[in-house]
């Protein structure tokens, strides 16, 4: 999915750094884990709480105070991230359902869906990981041994 590389621009926390559970999106750049509740934000999310808490920083403040490069943060402002203005008749649409939104590329939805997404890979990583260990032997051993059973059986 493309919008996946998107977002992904905005390093996003895709393990929990405690526990290694899968991180959670829950809207405007904030992780939670699915395991311990631990709250993990992405570029965007840590950009935005500055901003929040500093009423006109500019991008040099920012990049010193969050980490987060002042290319990252041009990225955010030219791309999707700053609202047009309130009375602007020229609306946006999301790329994928097409609705009407104020800011970005997609709706509060669509952007929710493509994180599942992504959640949804990393578990099948993660599940795929733990069963790659201790499930291998069963399936065969058991199809083998019923074969054998039902062969000797016969008459
Ligand atoms: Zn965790
Ligand atoms: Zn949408």
Redesign the pocket.
Known sequence: MDYIEQLDIYHIPRRCASCGGVMIYKGVGEYHCEDCDAVAYDDYGKVRMYIEAHNGATAAMIERDTGVSQKTIRQMLREQRIEIAADSRAFLH??????A?RSGK??????A?VHRSLEGQVRNQKEKSVQGFGMQQHPQGESGSKRFVRDTDRP
């Open positions: 999301c790329d994928i359902c097409q609705k939104i997609l709706c509060p939805e669509c952007e869906k």
